[in-house]
């Protein structure tokens, strides 16, 4: 089982690379973007024999505790066979 994990500043806080990117976008020309949100992903590969549940809680804790900083961070996640 696969875990994918995105995480992302929140949406109070200050994107500064993401506004580069969407200005340098819109001075390219590129039409249609009106926002860009830098984040992060990760894979995690999960042990066989994992339930979903489980998996789900274990997955939920690492995110929470190790890949973001709940101050300025939020994430999301799916599970995947």
């Known amino acids: 089982m696969k875990a994918y994990v995105y995480v992302t500043l929140k ?4 994107d500064a690379q993401g506004q580069t990117v969407a ?11 009106a926002d860009v949100r830098q984040g992060k992903y990760f894979v995690l590969t999960l042990e066989d ?6 998996a789900k809680t274990e997955v939920e804790r690492i995110a929470r505790e190790v890949l973001t900083n709940p101050v300025i961070e939020e994430f999301s996640f799916r599970l995947e066979d």
Do not use: I, P, S, W
């Open 11 to 14: 949406r109070t806080v200050l």
């Open 23 to 33: 200005d340098a976008l819109k001075r390219m020309q590129y039409q249609g973007v």
């Open 49 to 54: 024999g994992l339930d979903a549940a489980a």
